[in-house]
């Protein structure tokens, strides 16, 4: 029979991957209004950032005023939301196995992912708007391969600060240890997550 331990952290699973999986399907039948949510405040800090203005257009998103760039449904970030939310609800449960996190720890968690959301965006849009800006004369790889590129490091490379910065990198130290294969194998969490 189970203890009421393991039935807590089965409910805290559920809850988290529930949430997860309605943030998902959610965004994926909605059009650019339906995300302004997310859009709308990425949107605001590219604009503070680059010194580029911004306009919306409705069912399709934000387009700069000399309309060579648009932050679309595409740009709005919902699977690293989502995958930030996860790593570091379940981290929690990894970090701490003999215990469960409280319900709150749902929303805080869910907060976190947003605004690092938010942040990795302005950093992928801004950094999409240099590029843009640069000849592509190398002919190594397509202006859109380009752009997936830029997106993969800036994402991860988040997903690895997010993961720093929440503590759960000490998960398996002992005592304060740290090696260089600690440091790298403790790179496997966030790739796993990110994958």
Not at 30 to 42: C, F, G, M, Q
Not at 166 to 174: A, D, K, P, V
Not at 179 to 189: C, D, F, G, R
Request: net charge positive; with cysteine.
């Amino acid at each position: 029979m189970m203890d009421a331990l393991n039935r807590k952290r089965i409910w805290y699973v559920l809850a988290v991957a529930g949430t997860a999986v309605a943030v998902k399907a959610f965004s994926s039948t909605s059009s650019v209004n339906d995300l302004l949510w997310i859009l709308a405040p990425t949107a605001g800090l590219v604009e503070l950032v680059t010194r580029s203005g911004f306009e919306f257009e409705s069912y399709a998103g934000y387009m700069n005023r000399d309309k060579t760039f648009l932050i679309a449904a595409s740009c709005s970030g919902i699977n690293f939301l989502v995958t930030s939310f996860l790593m570091l609800a379940y981290g929690s449960l990894i970090r701490a196995p003999g215990r469960i996190p409280k319900w709150s720890w749902i929303p805080v968690t869910a907060a976190a992912a947003y605004l690092t959301t938010i942040i990795a965006n302005t950093v992928r849009i801004s950094t999409a708007l240099r590029i843009q800006q640069v000849p592509a004369e190398t002919g190594l790889i397509s202006e859109a391969q380009a752009h997936r590129l830029e997106g993969i490091v800036v994402y991860f490379g988040f997903l690895v600060l997010l993961y720093y910065v929440s503590g759960l990198s000490q998960i398996g130290r002992r005592d304060g240890e740290q090696t260089s294969w600690s440091s790298i194998k403790s790179l496997l969490i966030p790739l796993a997550f990110y994958y």
